[in-house]
């Protein structure tokens, strides 16, 4: 493999392994944060338990998140540099705003929220695990702005002297028809494996250990269970918004993700395709009519662009090259994040059925405790594999090809040298990740008691670690 070849084999592998913990972040701190205001409502016991417990798991996975995704950034600058210096002056408005106001309040009131247990008044210190909550938000539709431009770009002009995009509208960016569409579909995904995580640590305590605080591993697992059913639910309803616009703005990916190679009016949907090896054309296929025109146009009879057309008229307006995502990846990956997606559903459902009224799950369910929170996670990964490579062949659609992106002075060895030292380091990363999150769990929730609110004649009192 060239250079290029392996700068994306390394990017691939970093932004994957980064994204495992994006998800859980997002959503466990908020699960986090409403278990607190339950407790804070209620003055339950059980909820202030839960959120000591979900919230050190939330802890621990922030932290790697963090570490992996400074990664990052330092790809941007060995192996991208053409692509940095080209979007600099767009990236750098939302990136920094990410920084300075995210990350910000992220890491803030995530030290005031963990010294704070004994320290800070109660309804301040929920107060605390609520802004966390926003800045992870802010972060995420600043970082998927930013990922937006690329594949719509707006709001800039093109500097022929300099080569690169400049910025002339930062609303432009931040309303993009893509972000707006894909911020919450992200979200409601994230939501997901976040409940999927809840429901499935709280169906092992169940099962291992159905003496043990079963009541409250119940909420829990009713909880979550319901968590993924509500996001299912957003996903599908903001997934159908996105295809629309998808279908708009990058119409080759949605013929790759249909490996639809001809123009179709009406078009069906493929449930399953069989093409041949180089994605050249179809051999076999199975499809329901008329339903991909419906989920590209909004209209059962509108026509959708194949593959071959799209081509022909790319070639017109970019010049010859060939234009084609990896179609059989792009097919395979769109319809994996939509079945297993579908499947973390179905599993939360079932689980909420098999558990109504006071039922205790059936022992030989423990073997799902660790798919549950796996499936909506793997959902995920497919959906941003199919996002990135169905933009293929472009770093920022029409503007910049993947290949005019990588640093010219970069070697195969200096990629091989980075790739290996990174997946050595993800390695031992992803045993240290997996040995506290499972020590955590197995050690079950911690008795407490009530913290007291501090009094103002105590201004003395030390900062204490709650966990």
């Known amino acids: 493999m060239d250079t290029l070849d392996l700068a994306r084999w390394q990017f691939a592998i970093t932004t994957v ?54 990664v990052q950034e330092f790809q941007f600058g060995m192996n991208w540099s ?3 210096r080209f979007v600099g002056d767009v990236f750098g408005a939302p990136l920094a705003l990410e920084g300075l106001l995210a990350f910000f309040l992220e890491s803030t009131f995530i030290g005031l929220w963990i010294f704070g247990w004994e320290r800070l008044p109660k309804l301040v210190h929920l107060g605390c695990i609520w802004m966390v909550v926003l800045g992870t938000q802010l972060s995420a539709y600043f970082i998927l702005a930013a990922n937006s431009w690329m594949q719509n770009p707006v709001g800039f002009r093109y500097n022929a002297s300099r080569g690169r995009a400049e910025l002339t509208d930062l609303g432009a960016v931040l309303t993009n028809k893509v972000v707006l569409v894909t911020y919450p579909h992200t979200i409601f995904a994230a939501f997901m494996v976040g409940g999927a995580f809840v429901a499935g640590v709280a169906l092992w305590h169940l099962i291992r250990r159905p003496l043990v605080d079963k009541d409250v591993f119940r909420s829990a697992l009713k909880i979550g269970a319901s968590v993924v059913l509500v996001a299912s639910v957003g996903v599908a309803i903001s997934g159908d918004l996105q295809g629309k616009v998808m279908t708009e703005v990058q119409p080759m990916k949605m013929a790759a993700a249909e490996a639809l190679y001809a123009t179709e009016k009406p078009a069906s949907f493929s449930v399953f395709t069989v093409g041949t090896l180089d994605g050249s054309k179809e051999i076999f296929s199975i499809k329901l009519p008329y339903l991909l025109s ?3 146009t909004g209209h059962f009879n509108g026509e959708v662009k194949g593959i071959n057309s799209l ?14 995502p990896n179609i059989p990846l792009t097919y395979w990956t769109f319809r994996l994040m939509i079945g297993v997606g579908m499947l973390s559903a179905a599993v939360a459902l079932w689980l909420l059925w098999t558990t109504r009224r006071g039922r205790a799950p059936a022992h030989w369910l423990i073997w799902l405790a660790a798919p549950l929170p796996l ?37 195969s060895g200096e990629v091989i040298t980075s790739l290996v ?7 031992v990363l992803a045993v240290v990740e997996t040995k506290l999150m499972l020590r955590t769990i197995r050690g079950g929730l911690a008795g407490t008691d009530d913290p007291p609110e501090t009094s103002p004649d105590r201004p003395d009192k030390p900062l204490s670690f709650a966990y």
């Open 17 to 70: 392994y980064h994204f495992f913990f994006v998800p859980v972040t997002i959503s466990l701190v908020a699960i986090t944060a409403g278990l607190q205001t339950a407790w804070y409502r209620t003055g339950k016991e059980k909820y202030l338990r839960l959120t000591k417990f979900y919230g050190k798991l939330f802890l621990i996975n922030i932290a790697m998140g963090v570490v992996t995704g400074l």
């Open 82 to 84: 053409d692509y940095s």
């Open 294 to 296: 419906f989920l590209a």
């Open 311 to 324: 081509q022909d008229a790319y070639e017109q307006l970019y010049g010859p090259g060939s234009y084609k």
């Open 375 to 411: 499936l909506p996670l793997i959902a995920n990964t497919f959906g941003w594999i199919f996002t990135e490579t169905g933009r293929q062949p472009w770093l920022v659609f029409g503007l910049l090809p993947t290949a005019s992106g990588v640093s010219p002075s970069t070697t």
């Open 421 to 427: 030292g990174f997946t050595l380091l993800y390695g």
